[in-house]
Protein backbone atom coordinates (compact mmCIF):
# COMPACT_ATOMS: atom_id res chain seq x y z
CA UNK A 1 0.00 0.00 0.00
CA UNK A 2 2.95 2.53 0.77
CA UNK A 3 4.20 2.17 -2.68
CA UNK A 4 0.83 2.37 -4.26
CA UNK A 5 -0.08 5.39 -2.62
CA UNK A 6 4.21 6.80 -3.38
CA UNK A 7 3.80 5.85 -7.28
CA UNK A 8 0.39 7.94 -7.19
CA UNK A 9 1.52 10.79 -5.19
CA UNK A 10 4.64 10.85 -7.11
CA UNK A 11 2.52 10.73 -10.70
CA UNK A 12 0.46 13.34 -9.65
CA UNK A 13 3.66 15.62 -8.54
CA UNK A 14 4.84 14.89 -11.98
CA UNK A 15 2.10 15.52 -14.21
CA UNK A 16 1.23 18.48 -12.35
CA UNK A 17 5.04 19.94 -13.24
CA UNK A 18 5.31 18.56 -16.52
CA UNK A 19 2.31 20.83 -17.51
CA UNK A 20 3.52 23.87 -15.93
CA UNK A 21 7.10 23.83 -16.24
CA UNK A 22 8.60 20.51 -16.73
CA UNK A 23 10.79 18.14 -14.56
CA UNK A 24 8.31 15.70 -13.46
CA UNK A 25 10.81 13.33 -14.57
CA UNK A 26 12.91 13.77 -10.93
CA UNK A 27 9.67 12.73 -8.98
CA UNK A 28 8.52 10.02 -11.07
CA UNK A 29 11.74 8.15 -12.08
CA UNK A 30 13.36 8.05 -8.55
CA UNK A 31 10.29 7.13 -6.96
CA UNK A 32 9.89 3.66 -9.42
CA UNK A 33 13.21 3.15 -8.42
CA UNK A 34 12.96 3.41 -5.06
CA UNK A 35 10.04 0.81 -5.02
CA UNK A 36 12.74 -1.51 -6.79
CA UNK A 37 12.30 -1.89 -10.18
CA UNK A 38 15.71 -2.02 -12.61
CA UNK A 39 16.62 1.67 -13.49
CA UNK A 40 16.08 1.15 -17.43
CA UNK A 41 12.38 -0.36 -17.06
CA UNK A 42 11.64 2.36 -14.15
CA UNK A 43 13.05 5.03 -17.10
CA UNK A 44 10.13 3.36 -19.46
CA UNK A 45 7.85 2.93 -17.05
CA UNK A 46 7.95 6.45 -16.44
CA UNK A 47 7.63 7.32 -19.94
CA UNK A 48 4.74 5.75 -19.93
CA UNK A 49 2.58 6.26 -16.93
CA UNK A 50 3.48 10.24 -17.75
CA UNK A 51 2.01 9.65 -21.66
CA UNK A 52 -1.94 10.09 -20.08
CA UNK A 53 -0.68 13.41 -18.17
CA UNK A 54 0.34 14.88 -21.30
CA UNK A 55 -2.24 14.03 -22.78
CA UNK A 56 -4.15 15.28 -19.62
CA UNK A 57 -2.80 18.66 -20.14
CA UNK A 58 -2.98 19.15 -24.29
CA UNK A 59 -6.38 18.80 -23.43
CA UNK A 60 -6.09 21.61 -20.90
CA UNK A 61 -4.22 23.95 -23.57
CA UNK A 62 -6.57 22.75 -26.74
CA UNK A 63 -7.35 26.44 -27.00
CA UNK A 64 -3.87 27.63 -27.34
CA UNK A 65 -2.94 24.80 -29.38
CA UNK A 66 -5.95 25.81 -31.99
CA UNK A 67 -5.07 29.49 -32.13
CA UNK A 68 -1.05 28.51 -33.14
CA UNK A 69 -0.49 29.99 -36.60
CA UNK A 70 2.28 29.07 -38.98
CA UNK A 71 3.13 26.23 -36.90
CA UNK A 72 3.10 22.91 -39.09
CA UNK A 73 2.05 20.65 -36.26
CA UNK A 74 1.56 17.27 -38.22
CA UNK A 75 5.22 17.57 -39.53
CA UNK A 76 6.82 18.37 -36.24
CA UNK A 77 4.32 15.65 -34.69
CA UNK A 78 5.78 12.94 -37.06
CA UNK A 79 9.60 14.21 -36.66
CA UNK A 80 8.89 13.67 -32.81
CA UNK A 81 7.57 10.41 -32.87
CA UNK A 82 10.40 9.50 -35.84
CA UNK A 83 13.49 10.59 -33.00
CA UNK A 84 11.12 8.86 -30.00
CA UNK A 85 11.68 5.80 -31.75
CA UNK A 86 15.58 6.11 -32.23
CA UNK A 87 15.71 7.08 -28.55
CA UNK A 88 13.68 4.49 -27.06
CA UNK A 89 15.54 1.96 -29.13
CA UNK A 90 18.67 3.23 -28.13
CA UNK A 91 17.60 2.52 -24.71
CA UNK A 92 16.46 -1.19 -25.22
CA UNK A 93 19.76 -1.97 -26.67
CA UNK A 94 21.31 -0.36 -23.60
CA UNK A 95 22.64 -2.56 -20.88
CA UNK A 96 21.75 -2.49 -17.42
CA UNK A 97 25.07 -1.33 -16.33
CA UNK A 98 25.58 1.47 -18.66
CA UNK A 99 22.62 2.95 -18.14
CA UNK A 100 22.71 2.89 -14.32
CA UNK A 101 26.20 4.44 -14.95
CA UNK A 102 24.42 7.57 -17.14
CA UNK A 103 21.57 8.19 -15.25
CA UNK A 104 23.16 10.25 -12.67
CA UNK A 105 25.00 12.24 -15.49
CA UNK A 106 21.93 12.52 -16.96
CA UNK A 107 19.87 13.83 -13.84
CA UNK A 108 22.79 16.46 -13.58
CA UNK A 109 22.10 17.77 -17.06
CA UNK A 110 18.59 17.59 -16.77
CA UNK A 111 19.10 19.86 -13.27
CA UNK A 112 21.30 22.45 -15.25
CA UNK A 113 19.05 22.62 -17.84
CA UNK A 114 16.39 23.72 -15.76
CA UNK A 115 18.05 25.88 -13.71
CA UNK A 116 19.39 27.78 -16.98
CA UNK A 117 15.90 27.42 -18.60
CA UNK A 118 15.13 31.12 -18.50
CA UNK A 119 18.71 32.37 -19.82
CA UNK A 120 17.81 29.32 -22.25
CA UNK A 121 14.72 30.39 -23.95
CA UNK A 122 16.03 34.42 -23.47
CA UNK A 123 19.22 33.64 -25.28
CA UNK A 124 17.30 31.57 -27.50
CA UNK A 125 14.37 34.45 -27.99
CA UNK A 126 17.56 37.16 -29.02
CA UNK A 127 18.64 34.67 -31.59
CA UNK A 128 15.12 33.74 -33.05
CA UNK A 129 14.77 31.93 -36.33
CA UNK A 130 18.91 32.23 -36.66
CA UNK A 131 17.93 27.93 -37.27
CA UNK A 132 15.06 27.08 -39.41
CA UNK A 133 11.89 27.24 -37.74
CA UNK A 134 10.28 23.67 -37.02
CA UNK A 135 13.30 22.24 -38.61
CA UNK A 136 14.23 18.47 -38.69
CA UNK A 137 17.80 19.29 -37.79
CA UNK A 138 16.98 20.91 -34.18
CA UNK A 139 13.66 18.76 -32.98
CA UNK A 140 15.18 15.64 -33.76
CA UNK A 141 18.12 15.47 -31.93
CA UNK A 142 15.72 16.87 -28.57
CA UNK A 143 13.47 13.88 -29.04
CA UNK A 144 15.97 11.30 -29.79
CA UNK A 145 17.00 12.29 -26.03
CA UNK A 146 13.38 12.83 -25.16
CA UNK A 147 13.14 9.27 -25.91
CA UNK A 148 16.38 7.65 -24.37
CA UNK A 149 15.51 9.42 -21.17
CA UNK A 150 12.92 11.85 -20.39
CA UNK A 151 14.79 13.99 -17.58
CA UNK A 152 14.52 17.67 -18.83
CA UNK A 153 12.59 17.60 -22.46
CA UNK A 154 10.19 19.78 -21.83
CA UNK A 155 12.81 22.54 -20.57
CA UNK A 156 14.80 21.89 -23.86
CA UNK A 157 11.79 22.14 -26.24
CA UNK A 158 10.74 25.37 -24.41
CA UNK A 159 14.01 27.01 -25.30
CA UNK A 160 13.73 25.35 -29.06
CA UNK A 161 10.41 26.99 -29.30
CA UNK A 162 11.88 30.04 -28.05
CA UNK A 163 14.61 29.57 -30.97
CA UNK A 164 12.04 28.77 -33.69
CA UNK A 165 10.29 32.35 -33.04
CA UNK A 166 7.30 31.01 -30.91
CA UNK A 167 6.30 33.97 -28.09
CA UNK A 168 3.16 33.13 -26.28
CA UNK A 169 4.19 30.79 -22.95
CA UNK A 170 0.73 29.35 -23.39
CA UNK A 171 1.03 27.77 -26.87
CA UNK A 172 4.80 27.04 -26.11
CA UNK A 173 3.65 24.60 -23.15
CA UNK A 174 0.45 23.26 -25.36
CA UNK A 175 2.81 22.58 -28.02
CA UNK A 176 5.67 21.07 -25.45
CA UNK A 177 2.69 18.79 -23.88
CA UNK A 178 1.30 17.83 -27.29
CA UNK A 179 4.56 16.48 -28.71
CA UNK A 180 5.07 14.70 -25.35
CA UNK A 181 2.29 12.78 -26.07
CA UNK A 182 3.40 11.86 -29.61
CA UNK A 183 6.99 11.25 -28.25
CA UNK A 184 5.56 8.99 -24.90
CA UNK A 185 3.41 7.33 -27.50
CA UNK A 186 5.83 5.77 -30.17
CA UNK A 187 8.21 5.47 -26.51
CA UNK A 188 5.70 3.41 -25.28
CA UNK A 189 5.14 0.69 -28.43
CA UNK A 190 8.64 0.43 -28.70
CA UNK A 191 9.20 -0.56 -24.60
CA UNK A 192 5.92 -2.35 -25.13
CA UNK A 193 8.26 -4.58 -28.06
CA UNK A 194 10.99 -4.84 -25.50
CA UNK A 195 8.87 -5.98 -22.48
CA UNK A 196 10.70 -3.22 -20.40
CA UNK A 197 7.37 -1.74 -18.89
CA UNK A 198 6.01 -2.67 -14.94
CA UNK A 199 2.60 -2.03 -15.94
CA UNK A 200 0.87 -2.30 -12.51
CA UNK A 201 3.17 1.11 -10.99
CA UNK A 202 2.99 2.39 -14.68
CA UNK A 203 -1.21 1.99 -14.13
CA UNK A 204 -0.92 3.82 -10.60
CA UNK A 205 1.29 6.81 -11.33
CA UNK A 206 -0.78 7.14 -14.51
CA UNK A 207 -3.34 7.92 -12.76
CA UNK A 208 -1.59 10.40 -10.65
CA UNK A 209 -0.12 11.77 -13.64
CA UNK A 210 -3.88 12.40 -15.21
CA UNK A 211 -4.95 14.61 -12.22
CA UNK A 212 -1.90 16.17 -12.75
CA UNK A 213 -2.15 17.11 -16.31
CA UNK A 214 -5.27 18.58 -15.19
CA UNK A 215 -4.59 20.41 -12.60
CA UNK A 216 -1.40 21.83 -13.87
CA UNK A 217 -2.82 24.17 -16.98
CA UNK A 218 -5.24 26.19 -14.67
CA UNK A 219 -2.48 26.50 -11.77
CA UNK A 220 0.19 27.77 -14.63
CA UNK A 221 -1.87 30.48 -15.46
CA UNK A 222 -1.78 31.17 -11.78
CA UNK A 223 0.82 30.80 -10.12
CA UNK A 224 4.59 32.30 -9.73
CA UNK A 225 7.02 29.46 -10.20
CA UNK A 226 9.79 31.36 -7.91
CA UNK A 227 8.97 28.67 -5.10
CA UNK A 228 8.16 25.71 -7.26
CA UNK A 229 11.25 25.90 -9.57
CA UNK A 230 13.50 25.88 -6.04
CA UNK A 231 11.84 23.44 -5.13
CA UNK A 232 12.32 21.33 -8.35
CA UNK A 233 15.93 22.03 -8.59
CA UNK A 234 16.72 20.71 -4.89
CA UNK A 235 14.91 17.68 -5.90
CA UNK A 236 16.86 17.71 -9.31
CA UNK A 237 20.26 17.83 -6.82
CA UNK A 238 19.16 15.65 -4.56
CA UNK A 239 18.11 13.14 -6.83
CA UNK A 240 21.23 13.28 -8.72
CA UNK A 241 23.10 13.18 -5.67
CA UNK A 242 21.90 9.98 -4.24
CA UNK A 243 22.39 8.02 -7.78
CA UNK A 244 25.94 9.23 -7.40
CA UNK A 245 26.44 8.07 -4.76
CA UNK A 246 24.88 4.44 -5.66
CA UNK A 247 27.49 4.74 -8.90
CA UNK A 248 30.31 5.23 -6.24
CA UNK A 249 29.12 2.50 -4.00
CA UNK A 250 29.12 0.05 -6.56
CA UNK A 251 32.53 0.92 -8.22
Known sequence: MSDIALLFVAGLIGGLLNAIAGGGTFITFPALVLTGIPPIVANATSTVASFPGYLAASYGFRRDIAAMQDVRLVRVTLWTMAGGTIGAGLLMISTSQAFSALVPFLLLIATVVFIWAE????????????????GLGTLLPVTIYGGYFNGGLGIILLALFAMWGMRDLH????????????????????????GSIAWGPAAVMGLGTVLGGLIGPPVARRTSRRILRMLIICVGFITTAIFFWHLIQGV
Open 171 to 194: QMNGLKSWLSVALSLIACAVFTAG
Open 119 to 134: PMRNLAARYARVVTPF
